[in-house]
């Protein structure tokens, strides 16, 4: 079964822009694996708590990601 696992910060995803995550992803892989693999692909959008994740040693939020919040320091 083709599985996809992505993890994104809470509350930076609207209902409908998760929905296009998962339909994109499920023809990806019909597209690879032919249209046998569309009934069995799993897609999971798992939101992040705010301030659960980091990147090059810095905890980010989604306020920095949208632009309404401070940058990490240097």
Not at 3 to 11: I, S, T
Not at 16 to 40: C, F, H, M, S
Not at 60 to 71: H, Q, R
Request: charged share 20%; net charge negative; glycine share 12%.
């Amino acid at each position: 079964m083709p599985f996809a696992n992505f993890k994104v910060p809470a509350g930076t995803l609207a209902p409908a822009q998760k929905q296009l995550i998962v339909d994109r992803v499920t023809d990806l892989y019909a597209e690879i694996y032919g249209e046998r693999a569309r009934q069995n692909t799993m897609v999971l959008v798992e939101e992040v708590t705010d301030g659960g994740w980091g990147i090059g040693g810095h905890v980010l939020t989604a306020a920095m990601i949208n632009g309404t919040g401070d940058a990490p320091a240097e």
